[in-house]
């Protein structure tokens, strides 16, 4: 049963945006991968876009760079290997393509019971920070479609906003810093991508995985309902595997089953248990 009781032991949620929060399926950045690539000559696919999803959107370039099949394909079409010059002028295309997609209605709408959720987590004195991938300038573009919508995080940290991103701590102890919490122990990082979950994890927070409303099974919701249930399970169970592996404490399928889980953290700090990271 739900309560309104105050958390005793959780001061903050730190939530991921696309996959997390926004967008369910995670998709925004993929048309927007594939046709950056595109531009230069180079082919790639949806599913060699995701892999490096949660780091920051330069470091993401850079790492589809290094994929051998990605830099043959690179090296065919332009006539020579990836270089840093090479990812400055995809990055440099991909941001404004990105942003020009992240407001559509299809990658912008609040992720079902996310909203609720939130809302529960602050009635129970829990402040909600947020970390994310996305530039500064794709995120001044979709903030207000998401305010619209009744969703203000308490921070904001975007790539590029540090020395660093994902998947070090860097964000996560600006957030702290923001919100004025701490411990670690008195967190929980939630994020849909490894690379997201790894920064809850290198902050020593505690981090739940959520397997089925992002990157890791990248359907939107109407066509994730109308798999077959052994296929949902099929990729949920992949998706939970991949996220235990990259260290989260608790993995769920979206925001809607959240707050049980937050629930059972708080019970668990209160009897003295830590994060596996700690």
């Known amino acids: 049963m739900q309560t309104d009781a105050p958390f005793r032991t959780i001061k903050a949620v730190v939530l991921d945006w696309a996959g997390t929060v926004v967008d369910f399926g995670s998709r925004a950045p993929m048309g927007a991968f594939v046709e950056v690539f595109h531009r230069f000559g180079v082919a790639i696919s949806v599913a060699e876009a995701r892999v490096p999803m949660g780091l920051p959107k330069r470091d993401h370039i850079a790492a589809l760079m290094a994929e051998p099949g990605i830099a043959a394909r690179w090296r065919e079409a332009r006539g020579s290997s990836p270089d840093e010059a090479a990812i400055d002028a995809i990055y440099e ?73 994902r998947p070090t701590p860097l964000m996560m102890y600006r957030t702290f810093a923001d919100l004025g919490v701490f411990p670690p122990g008195a967190v929980v990082k939630v994020d849909d991508t490894e690379p997201g979950i790894a920064e809850g994890v290198a902050s020593g927070t505690w981090t739940v995985g ?62 003295g248990e830590r994060p596996l990271a700690a």
């Open 93 to 165: 295309q991909f941001v404004p393509l990105n942003a020009s997609v992240v407001t559509d209605p299809d990658f912008s709408t609040l992720i079902p019971a996310a909203a609720e959720t939130i809302a529960l987590l602050r009635r129970r004195g829990a402040r909600i920070g947020s970390t994310t991938g996305y530039t500064r300038e794709i995120m001044e573009r979709l903030l207000p479609v998401a305010a619209a919508q009744g969703y203000q995080p308490d921070n904001l940290v975007c790539a590029g906003d540090l020395a660093a991103g």
């Open 210 to 271: 959520l397997a089925v409303s992002g990157n890791l099974v990248g359907l939107s919701l109407s066509e994730w309902q109308a798999l077959p249930p052994a296929e949902q399970e099929r990729l949920r169970a992949d998706a939970t595997a991949r996220l235990k592996a990259a260290g989260a404490d608790h993995v769920i399928d979206s925001l809607a089953d959240l707050p049980g889980v937050i629930e059972r953290i708080d019970a668990a700090g209160l009897r």
